[in-house]
């Protein structure tokens, strides 16, 4: 009962007076705590919260001081609640495209392996092109009635670039004309191809504000935010921007381990001794670092032979989901690059259930939620956490 982690609250004394002939199953103590939590952090926020009253006076004091940054008054409240929560997958393998495809997912990122022409290493065994990757997973997601968005990879330097373009430029009259980004390099340059494909921003661009928000508005239909944000952050950036009058969509990754550093050399080419015989590293091959604690962070090596050292913990927000649509979120990420099928089809029916209870209005707190929650961390990777999402990130 003392179990106050992921709340402002902590229980610093217990009594509990008990005769020793009754019983409660721990599912249901662990139940009752939640909901107490959840309850007395709803009243807590209530009894802070000043009127609309003193909001609006806040708001016209501000508006006259500082005239180039006005805040309108919204007419919908604080919030701008979500209808509904497109459900959306990133994996690297048509493997994953395939098993997201039959887990129910609405939408697929997909970012096929590149592999640069000085990379010592040669493609692994059975691996197409990059052309051809791109064309077998999008049919895959025609088949399947899910929409299809190629992704470029997060670092595209000239050499990705060159080699990446004129294939981008050649399906698009076959109608693969969705594409994603990491960075606004890779976006000016799909920009100014004619025809320009519509295209999403990713993680990489670091969106955690609302006036980044509104310079990229006109680029970017969708834009996905930082996960150093929290869920108050989050809410006050799409308040804002939706009080600017800005209609790009919002996404978040809800699931998959996130990318703690990049470097440019191979640290698994020592181990490995590849150079210049190719090394299928795909799943279900796994490395990882240990650290002296005991913790292990995934390491996955791209086809340009850089390094990718993920954390040692996955995000998981599976019951939060009510939260998001409250708050705006139109659409919550599955990242599974670098994860077997298996894990991309599972962790996709798995947030199809619990978009399915959102809906409904289920709380959070209930047992359905929690039941999803530890099938989610049975498939985790190193456990599972809530990163930034309840408290957000400290500054120094």
Known sequence: MKKTGGTPFTIRTFSLTYDGDLFAPLAGL??????????????LVAASRPSGKSVEVARQRWNAG???????????????PSSLLVLAVCTDSLEGVQKAAEGGCDVIYFEPVFTAPACTCRLPPGLLSFESQVITASEICRDAGVRFVGKLPKITNNTCLDAVLPVVKKVLSQGITDYMVENCGAAHALRHMDPAPAFSGFIGLNIFN????????SWFTLLTLSPELSRDEIQLLIHAARSHGLTNSFALVVQGCSEAMVSEDCILQPWLQCNGRGCDIRPPAFFGIRDTTGHIFPVR???????????????CLIDYLPSLMQV????????????SGTYTGEMTR??????TLSKKKIRTQDHQFEELKGAVKRLALGGITAGHFIRGLKES
């Open 30 to 43: 662990n139940r009752v705590r939640r909901e107490f939590l959840a309850r007395a952090e709803e009243l």
């Open 66 to 80: 500082e005239p180039d940054i006005s805040f309108p008054t919204s007419a919908t409240g604080d919030s701008f």
């Open 210 to 217: 609302h006036r980044t928000v509104q310079n990229l508005s």
């Open 301 to 315: 090596i791209d086809g340009e032979c850089r390094s990718h050292i993920y954390n040692s913990a996955e995000i």
């Open 328 to 339: 705006g979120i139109n659409e919550v990420v599955v990242d599974a690059r670098g994860r």
């Open 350 to 355: 798995l947030y199809r259930q619990a978009i």
